[in-house]
C-alpha cells in the first residue's frame, strides 16, 4: 500500500516564511516611516494647517499607506479564506493603535525614568511597537474566520408528522 505524501509544509519552511514575512513587514514599515516625514516636513513649510490638524491626518495616511503594502507584500499569502478587506482594515487600525500605544509608553519610560536620549527613547520604543504591530498583525488582523457553528434544523423538521 503506498504511502500518502506528507503535504504539511516542513517546520523550517514555516521558520523561513515568518522570517520573509517579519523582513519584508520592517522593510513596509521603514518606507512608511520615511514617507510620514516627508509629509510632515511638507506640511510644516506651510503656514494654514496646524500642526495638531495635520499629524493626525499624516498618521492615518501612513496608517492606510502601510496597510495596502503589507496586504498586498507581507500578508498576502494570509488573506485567502480569511477576512474581506475593509474588515482586515478595521483590525490593520486596531493593531496599529496598540502598537501606537505601545510606543508612546515604552518612549515614555525610556525618556522619563532612564534618563536615554528623545531620539534614542524612540528608536526603542519603535522596536517595541513593530514587534507588537508584526505579532497583531500576523496573529489577529490576518487570522482566518473561524468557522460558523452549524445551525441546528429547525425543531418541526425532526419531528415526526405521525407517532404510529
Known amino acids: 500500500m503506498a504511502q500518502q505524501p506528507n503535504t ?19 522593510f513596509v514599515g521603514g518606507y512608511v516611516a520615511a ?12 503656514d494654514t494647517v496646524p500642526y495638531s490638524l495635520y499629524v493626525p491626518v499624516i498618521i492615518e495616511i501612513t496608517i492606510c499607506a502601510s496597510f495596502v503594502l503589507n496586504d498586498v507584500l ?7 479564506g480569511g477576512h474581506g478587506r475593509w474588515v ?13 500605544i505601545t510606543q508612546i509608553t ?21 522596536g517595541f511597537a513593530t514587534v507588537v504591530n508584526f505579532s497583531m498583525h500576523r496573529f489577529w ?16 423538521s425532526v419531528v415526526p408528522e405521525s407517532l404510529d
Open 88 to 100: 482586515r482594515l478595521l483590525r490593520f487600525h486596531g493593531s496599529a493603535g496598540l502598537g501606537a
Open 8 to 26: 504539511e509544509p516542513k517546520p523550517s519552511a514555516n521558520r523561513r516564511e515568518e522570517l520573509v514575512r517579519l523582513v519584508q513587514f520592517a
Open 106 to 126: 515604552v518612549s515614555f519610560v525610556a525618556y522619563h525614568f532612564f534618563d536615554l536620549a528623545p531620539v534614542a527613547a524612540q528608536f526603542i520604543a519603535i
Open 74 to 80: 507581507t500578508f498576502s499569502k494570509l488573506k485567502q
Open 35 to 46: 514617507f510620514n516625514l516627508v509629509l510632515t516636513y511638507i506640511m510644516s513649510q506651510q
Open 141 to 156: 488582523t490576518y487570522r482566518k474566520p473561524k468557522a460558523k457553528a452549524e445551525v441546528a434544523p429547525p425543531l418541526m
